[in-house]
């Protein structure tokens, strides 16, 4: 009997023995396999983010010239279209009236000279009397007199002669500066007058407009929330509609206004335009490039999720662990951080990205020769 009982208690451990090989097993074969992932480093980037501005083209200078005597316009000399240059003849005003009033001046003139002339000889020759005693002081007085007024009259003379040749030489406009004729506004033989800074009686233009357009400058307007962006000499680049050209440059000016209906400020750029290939009054895109920011990168693959509810994956103690982010645009393959993660973290990428869930044991494994990124772009 106690060798029954000998041999059953061993049988008992025996069995026993197989019963927790078997518990082993079972459990390493329900334990899942960690996913082989690849991995991306955030990473700094130096980005230039241009700053967009729109505008129009302006001249450096802009002139409405009208006549500078009342006439009526008798010649005009130039086209629209015309290049001209600094003193070239524009227009001009008919000056017959003007010739003779200055013939009849010049007759004053000479008759004035005249009498003044026999006027000082009078007052000398009465001076040399009365030292003589042979004239009265009232006789000397009164030949003083006859040659201070004969002074003033010929001064006065003088001073129309000047005006009415003045008058004469305005007839005729010429250019204040180097430039283009660019409109035309009256037709020869209208009466023009210089009332009204030049126009015509009927309210009008001048009688040509003359822009200088060698230098152009792009006037654009650029959102106020970028004005610590840039300054006076920060690159810009300026193109143009209906040009197939870019057109390098700097800001030149800075308003100090700021506009508080459309919240933009208004930025000029100077532009070279020695061959006139750039037009006054074109629609104008300006590019401004403050310098370059250091922020932190991923390619795009590696960030899931859409809008504000994007997040990557990392490894934390052998596990995916979801992390949220903030992200904005960088260029077609990478994406700038804003939150979430710091320079230097790495986070889960490759293939299996899009099938991984929080928890999934991972493991990762550098794969050089596989791009590491999510060709589809973000998934939820």
């Known amino acids: ?52 501005g729109t505008g129009t083209i302006a001249p450096l200078q802009s002139t409405d010239l009208g006549p500078r005597v009342d006439g009526i316009v008798e010649k005009i000399f130039v086209r629209v279209g015309q290049r001209v240059s600094a003193g070239d003849e524009l227009f001009r005003t008919r000056d017959t009236e003007l010739k ?23 007052f000398n020759r009465i001076s040399k009397l009365h030292k003589r005693g042979n004239a009265s002081a009232g006789a000397l007085d009164k030949s003083r007199a006859g040659h201070e007024t004969a002074q003033a009259r010929l001064g ?58 060698h230098i152009v400058a792009a006037i654009v307007d650029v959102p106020e ?22 057109f390098e440059s700097e800001i030149h000016r800075i308003n100090d206004y700021i506009d508080p209906v459309k919240r933009t400020i208004e930025v000029r750029i100077g532009l070279a335009n020695d061959d006139y290939r750039i037009k006054p009054g074109s629609f104008a895109r300006a590019l401004i490039y403050p310098p370059a920011a250091t922020v932190l990168s991923l390619p795009r693959g590696t960030v899931l999720g859409y809008e504000d509810q994007q997040y990557v994956f990392v490894e934390l103690d052998g596990v995916a662990t979801r992390r949220s982010v903030r992200t904005a ?14 320079k230097g973290e790495r986070v889960l990428s490759g293939p299996g990205l899009r099938l991984l869930v929080e928890g999934d044991p991972v493991v990762i494994r550098e794969m050089p020769d596989t791009d590491t990124t999510d060709k589809d772009g973000p998934h939820a």
């Open 1 to 52: 009997m106690r060798g029954i009982g000998a041999s059953a208690m061993m049988l008992g451990a025996l069995l026993g023995g197989c019963g927790d090989a078997d518990d082993a097993a079972s459990a390493q074969a329900a334990a899942p396999e960690p996913v082989v992932m690849a991995s991306a480093v955030v990473s700094e980037v130096k980005i230039e983010q241009p700053i967009v």
């Open 100 to 122: 003779l009033r200055v013939q009849e001046l010049e007759n004053e003139v000479r008759l004035a000279k005249a009498t003044a002339t026999e006027a000082s000889r009078e």
């Open 156 to 213: 006065i003379a003088q001073a129309k002669l000047g005006q009415a040749a003045q008058a004469l030489e305005d007839a005729v406009v010429t250019a204040p500066y180097d430039g283009v004729i660019t409109a035309r506004n009256v037709h020869e033989g209208k009466f023009m007058a210089t009332r009204g800074g030049g126009f015509g009686g009927d309210g009008g233009g001048g009688v040509v407009q003359i822009m200088e357009i």
């Open 225 to 246: 929330v970028h004005l610590s962006k840039f300054q006076v000499g920060t690159r810009a680049k300026v193109i143009v509609d209906g040009l197939n050209d870019e």
């Open 329 to 342: 645009q960088l260029d077609a393959e990478h994406l700038v951080i804003l939150d979430g993660l710091t």
